[in-house]
């Protein structure tokens, strides 16, 4: 079982940053794709990022295609996302994943999810 929980939502500006934080409690970390989804009022669960076991291998959604970027620390077991040049139509919530076998762009791969943090973005 792995529990996730994210942090660093909140209200920012057009055009603003914001960096969100997934911490993971697993011993197996390292083991685990992950991944970043979004989920607006009324909109379908939207894939926005992935990330490989070791952090070398990246994919984005194309919505956020050079504005947000992800990481992560295996040591810390933590997986971050870096936005910027935010839009208002980037406001969701925002959801950490993770799974054990294979990079997807599709919720239904992921075994874990977290709670989901909020991201407004005003105009």
């Known amino acids: 079982q792995v529990q996730l929980v994210e942090s660093g939502g909140g209200l920012v500006q057009a055009g603003g940053s914001l960096r969100l934080s997934c911490a993971a409690s697993t011993r197996t970390f390292s083991s685990y794709v992950m991944a970043w989804f979004r989920q607006a009022p009324g909109k379908e669960r939207e894939f926005v990022g992935g990330i490989s076991r070791t952090g070398s291998s990246t994919l984005y959604g194309d919505s956020v295609k050079g504005r947000f970027t992800m990481s992560r620390d295996n040591a810390k077991n933590a997986v971050y996302l870096q936005m910027s040049s935010l839009k208002p139509e980037d406001t969701a919530v925002y959801y950490c994943?993770?799974?054990?076998?294979?990079?997807?762009?599709?919720?239904?791969?992921?075994?874990?999810w977290g709670q989901g943090t909020q991201v407004t973005v005003s105009s």
């Open positions: 994943a993770a799974n054990g076998r294979t990079s997807s762009y599709r919720p239904r791969d992921y075994d874990y």
